[in-house]
């Protein structure tokens, strides 16, 4: 079983930045890829951001350039840096971790709200 724990969320204005964690723990053994979703009200669960354990990013396109995604040396912890927010960034934002072949975790989530 993996744990996964996201933190950072909040209230911010627009033309703000956040920066999410997600703390993976438990048996992360073979987790190949890890990344972020978010939920708006109303909406589907999108993919934001994903990176895989060799280090290739995948990024949904309307978020290119604002939203960056990271991870520490001990590949234990996943960042997502959101720069120049918007109100219609204004969503839960889920933790993923997939394991081969096709076990996925998810964290509980974290809100970000952005106020215009």
């Known amino acids: 079983q993996v744990q996964l724990v996201e933190s950072g969320g909040g209230l911010v204005q627009a033309g703000g930045s956040l920066r999410l964690s997600c703390a993976a723990s438990?048996?992360?053994?073979?987790?190949?890829?890890m990344g972020w979703y978010r939920q708006a009200p109303g909406k589907q669960r999108e993919l934001v951001a994903s990176?895989?354990?060799?280090?290739?990013?995948s990024y949904a396109d309307s978020l290119k350039g604002r939203f960056t995604i990271s991870r520490d040396n001990a590949k234990t912890t996943v960042y997502l840096q959101m720069n120049s927010l918007k109100a219609e960034d204004t969503a839960v934002y889920y933790c993923?971790?997939?394991?081969?072949?096709?076990?996925?975790?998810w964290g509980q989530g974290t809100q970000v709200t952005v106020s215009s």
């Open positions: 990176l895989t354990s060799g280090g290739k990013t």
């Open positions: 993923n971790a997939d394991r081969p072949p096709g076990i996925t975790y």
């Open positions: 438990g048996n992360i053994f073979n987790i190949d890829r």
